[in-house]
């Protein structure tokens, strides 16, 4: 009976691990989906409209340059941020969920910062 209940816990943990990191890749993959969704939006706002312009052929080239100014420093603000983002969130998904479920036990000993006066009254455990 005892085995029965162990290997329904065991289980029960491997299914809510499953639906865990499911969920986290989810997430990334959301985010590349926003990133890709603005790229686009980006380009055909603001890139398309400086392209399309046809006033002069004197002061087209003023406004393209100045299309161009505005999308790339919208690119850099807003998807470079993205990016740095995802970056931290897969490294942070990777910690969290892939190390933590299956390497991390927690049986080490508790953490005492570093310290000048533990050491100088004698407090020190090493």
Known sequence: MDA????GIETIEFTLGCISNTASYLRLWALSLAHAELSEVLWTMVMKAGLGM???KYINPIFLIIAF????????CILIVMEGLSAFLHALR???VEFQNKFY????HNFTP?????????Q???
Not at 105 to 108: I, N
Request: aromatic residues 14%; without cysteine; charged residues 20%.
């Open 4 to 7: 029965m209940v162990h290997q």
């Open 54 to 56: 046809n006033i002069n």
């Open 69 to 76: 100014a505005f999308w790339a420093a919208l690119t850099i």
């Open 94 to 96: 990777l910690h969290w």
């Open 105 to 108: 036990k927690g049986e080490g």
């Open 114 to 122: 570093f310290s000048f006066a533990r050491i100088l009254n004698g």
């Open 124 to 126: 020190d455990d090493e």
